[in-house]
């Protein structure tokens, strides 16, 4: 399988652990001219931008750490053309949260990190 291939399946496979997970995913691989954020869902009262990530193993590091610093910033990016582009209120709730996967083994890393 390429690795396009694999990317969708495991995005898959993140949307329905969200799922599972009380998220409610309100869409996938959202694009822009500013980038693309893997998945958008609610939960509680947040609306969450997700980013998956998958290792086959720890050879080329960890999930969180393909998530840095220049990643953050485009989801960031994203978000605020989102929040325009949908104008949602100035006082809506944003999160951003990571969907690790390694080995077959998953976790939620529920805020991630913060607006850049």
């Known amino acids: 399988m390429n ?5 969708a399946a495991k ?9 599972i997970n009380g998220y409610r995913v ?11 954020v ?16 998958y290792r086959k193993s720890v050879k080329n590091g ?6 840095n610093h220049k ?10 053309y989102y929040r325009i582009r949908y104008n949602l209120p100035d006082n809506v709730k944003i999160r951003y949260d990571v969907v690790a996967i390694l080995e077959g083994k998953y976790k939620i890393i529920e805020n991630a990190f913060s607006h850049t």
């Open 62 to 67: 960890f999930p969180m750490e393909a998530v």
């Open 3 to 7: 690795t396009r291939k694999v990317g």
């Open 26 to 36: 309100i869409t996938r691989n959202f694009r822009c001219k500013l980038g693309e």
């Open 38 to 53: 893997d998945i958008i869902a609610e939960k509680d009262e947040y609306i969450v931008f997700v980013e998956v990530k």
């Open 71 to 80: 990643k953050q910033s485009v989801i960031s990016s994203v978000s605020d």
């Open 11 to 19: 995005e898959t496979l993140a949307a329905k652990l969200l799922e």
